[in-house]
């Protein structure tokens, strides 16, 4: 009996082409890949530097908070100092010989106070000593849609967050 050659080629070229993808699959696949990439990322970049601002204003008010509260406790001064060259180099909680908490600098932020200080004294009683201020956070470039934060510090002590320019 004589086996026909065809049959054997035909069932493992079926085989083989069942396997993977083709060429034009795989570069259509990857174009619509890197399209989708290409309008993620400006979401992203924004989304990212909003939660910087939005982490940073957060800390800088815990340690206001912290601040004004060890002032009480202590029953005494409490400053909070730059660590760097401006307030977006970092900052100090301390009493001159205490340190309650540090925060280390942060890069590609704008953080500056309308009274250009570059110590927050709170007294006894929680109140400044020095005078009032509000905080701008912002990014250090302009990158359209991302909000900057407003952090105010009345006569009270008190510090309070709102999310726009400071006015």
Same mark, same amino acid.
């Given at each position: ?17 069942? =396997? ?24 992203? =970049? ?122």
């Amino acid at each position: 009996m004589l086996v026909s050659p065809a049959v054997p080629f035909a069932c493992s070229w079926r085989r083989a082409s069942a =396997r993977g993808f083709t060429l034009i699959e795989l570069m259509t696949t990857i174009t619509v890949l890197i399209v989708l990439v290409m309008v993620a990322v400006p979401s992203f =970049r924004e989304f990212v530097a909003n939660q910087r601002v939005r982490n940073a204003s957060f800390d800088l008010m815990a340690a206001l908070t912290l601040a004004r509260s060890q002032a009480i406790t202590q029953n005494g001064s409490v400053d909070l100092k730059q660590s760097g060259g401006g307030w977006n180099g970092g900052w100090t909680v301390t009493d001159g010989t205490n340190t309650f908490g540090a925060h280390e600098g942060l890069s590609n932020l704008s953080i500056t106070d309308s009274s250009n200080l570059s110590t927050i004294t709170y007294g006894r009683d929680g109140r400044l000593t020095t005078v009032p201020t509000k905080f701008s956070v912002k990014p250090a470039t302009d990158l359209g849609s991302v909000k900057p934060r407003c952090i105010t510090i009345g006569l009270s002590g008190l510090p309070t967050s709102a999310e726009g320019a400071c006015s």
